[in-house]
């Protein structure tokens, strides 16, 4: 059974920089499709980007030139840079497989105010 857990979120002011974490416990984790998903109060669950086994990427358009999705297979881990963070930003992050999602974890919250 695979595990994913989030991790580095905080506090950053506009303009500023976070790496997000998602660690995922269990076998094959290479084989699956990844994605960062985002929840700011009062709105849905939105999908922030992507990555496939293989590597290729997608962004949520809000999203595009400023946040990098990677993985390294090796540590079965999927990050998340995140610069030139904005108030819009602001949200619990999730991780979770692209397909056959498994139950949410907790996320890490992300905070960006001045």
């Known amino acids: 059974q695979v595990q994913l857990v989030e991790s580095g979120g905080g506090l950053v002011q506009p303009g500023g920089s976070l790496r997000l974490s998602c660690v995922a416990s269990?076998?094959?984790?290479?084989?699956?499709?990844i994605a960062w998903y985002r929840q700011a109060p009062g709105k849905q669950r939105e999908l922030v980007a992507g990555?496939?086994?293989?590597?290729?990427?997608d962004y949520a358009d809000s999203v595009k030139g400023r946040f990098t999705i990677s993985r390294d297979n090796a540590k079965k881990t999927v990050y998340l840079q995140m610069n030139s963070l904005n108030l819009e930003d602001t949200a619990v992050y999730y991780c979770?497989?692209?397909?056959?999602?498994?139950?949410w974890g907790q996320g890490t919250q992300v905070t960006v105010s001045s």
């Open positions: 990555i496939t086994r293989l590597g290729y990427q």
């Open positions: 979770n497989r692209r397909q056959n999602p498994l139950p």
């Open positions: 269990g076998s094959i984790f290479e084989f699956f499709a």
